[in-house]
């Protein structure tokens, strides 16, 4: 098969996926439909008496069902609270005032440009990558700043300008869960988490999740992910993209003196701010101490007001010093146009609360988690091939469902309990969610952004199509996909935590009592 006709193959393959996933409804519609599926099946699975013997507990598992008097009774006196009382709704909403703040000021694009514009030459792909995983602290800044700087700064140094895009492109999305900070993507999973924990065999198990779960791990993969990502720019990517023969007229951006002293003082006052925290936690008398387990202090279990403070404080500092904020007016509108940019996330949340709150109350989480994990060990697969099937059907769903919240709120309350009864954490399941979830977001035609990346690189040439782009980040997506999995089996193998005080085992009967 020539090269014309395998290339035809990827993009009638890849055209498929467009349009399949094109003809999905709105994640808030899906939600609806799940919603009122589950209704319907738990009237259904309820007439029909379905049960399951609980294998740890040893009670009977019934449906409950809503069509029922007492059910709809239960659906219109929790229609509100479900939705008020949904996790993931105020801390994601808490944290992203604080992030919003940073991003909207310009410190983020500011941290972003002075990272990679202050290195040498040969560390600018690795920087690249670098930044471009490290931007996930504000999700989309990554995209509108890093990915068309690293394109103009390969361009300034005659390298082809499609690498150095591709290089942030892949730090940016690819290895969009690792960082060396919390973010806001891990309160929102975690809650997500919980909820499903809260709906399995074992609801008290919730109380022990933290917001820190996977730490351990995500740091780490910043810099494996870093020294893979600059290894498939430097011997794979470039040098297939060959010599760039375009012209190009755009100037990197270097920062000012304003903005290298904005920089300064910000971080400052972030050092004053961490000082001031760690007086919470740092000594027997501090407030949100654990004087007996410290790492069970109440501190790690409600990180959101830190993560808000250790963004708003130094992005307001940016912004007043940079004169991006002049009066409280600013403020107040740039915390408007962030909870703008939330709207979307709001009304899909309100679906997604009723859906999460039915699937818990019908326990039709419990019986599928159990018949499911039944099923699993009848086949042998009650090892870590389980582990890898699980992460290779996130990896494709990601093709056709961009959202990273969007796809663990469906897929947590079924998988987390599964996963619990094969005695794997709640919080390693979480992990190797958004191990898979990362991994294929630049292949994806209906990832957010994938659009605007391609406009980017139709500057640098015209011919570029949802094709190319796919077919040069596609080495980054299996080498960072492969290399994670290894990772992970050593990290398993050796027994190191994934995050504080977090492990990997989960024991049915321990928890069952």
Not at 122 to 139: D, K, R
Not at 336 to 358: D, P, R, Y
């Amino acid at each position: 098969m020539d090269n014309t006709q395998k290339r035809g193959w990827v993009m009638r393959f890849l055209d498929i996926i467009e349009r399949v996933g094109n003809k999905l409804p709105h994640p808030a519609t899906i939600f609806a439909v799940f919603a009122a599926l589950i209704v319907v099946a738990s009237g259904i699975m309820a007439s029909m008496g379905v049960t399951v013997e609980d294998p740890v507990k040893g009670e009977t598992v019934k449906v409950f069902n809503l069509l029922s008097g007492e059910g709809i009774k239960y659906m219109f006196e929790n229609f509100v609270s479900n939705f008020t009382g949904f996790a993931p709704l105020g801390t994601v909403l808490v944290t992203m005032l604080g992030i919003g703040i940073a991003e909207r000021s310009g410190l983020i694009s500011a941290m972003l440009r002075g990272l990679v514009t202050s290195v040498p030459d040969y560390l600018v792909t690795a920087t690249l990558v670098f930044a471009g995983i490290m931007s996930s602290m504000a999700a989309d800044a990554g995209y509108v700043v890093l990915v068309p700087l690293g394109a103009v700064l390969y361009a300034g140094l005659g390298r082809h300008p499609l690498a150095g895009l591709a290089a942030a492109f892949a730090g940016v999305s690819a290895g969009f869960s690792a960082n060396l900070s919390l973010t806001a993507l891990d309160p929102l999973l975690a809650d997500l988490t919980i909820e499903a924990v809260k709906g399995s065999s074992f609801p008290e198990y919730a109380d022990e999740i933290q917001y820190t779960m996977n730490y351990f791990f995500m740091a780490a993969s910043v810099f494996i992910l870093t020294a893979i990502g600059t290894w498939v720019t430097n011997r794979i990517v470039e040098p297939r993209l060959g010599d760039y023969k375009g012209e190009v007229t755009e100037e990197v951006n270097y920062l000012t003196k304003q903005e290298k002293k904005g920089l300064i003082l910000s971080f400052v006052s972030l050092l004053v701010t961490l000082g001031l925290l760690s007086l919470l936690i740092a000594f027997e008398w501090s407030p949100l101490r654990n004087n007996e387990d410290v790492l069970m202090s109440p501190f790690f279990f409600n990180l959101v007001p830190s993560i808000f403070l250790a963004f708003f404080i130094p992005g307001f500092v940016y912004g007043v010093v940079t004169k991006n904020i002049k009066s409280d007016k600013d403020v107040a509108n740039q915390l408007t146009e962030t909870m703008e940019t939330m709207a979307s996330f709001i009304v899909l949340s309100f679906f997604a609360a009723q859906f999460v709150a039915f699937f818990a109350k019908t326990n039709i989480g419990k019986i599928t988690a159990i018949k499911g994990a039944q099923f699993l060990q009848s086949t042998g697969m009650d090892d870590f091939r389980v582990v890898i099937l699980f992460m290779i059907v996130a990896a494709l769903i990601n093709l056709v469902m961009g959202s990273a919240s969007a796809k663990w709120a469906i897929m947590a309350p079924v998988f987390v309990p599964i996963m619990m009864h094969l005695g794997y954490t709640p919080e390693f399941t979480t992990l190797i969610y958004r191990i898979a979830d990362s991994t294929t977001n630049v292949i994806s035609p209906l990832m957010t952004y994938f659009a605007v990346v391609i406009a980017f690189a139709q500057k640098y040439d015209k011919n570029v199509g949802i094709g190319t782009l796919v077919s040069t980040m596609l080495p980054y997506s299996i080498a960072f996909f492969v290399i994670w999995i290894i990772v992970l089996i050593i990290w398993v193998s050796v027994g190191i935590p994934i995050g504080p005080d977090t492990g990997i085992n989960f024991d049915p009967q321990q928890w069952g009592k």
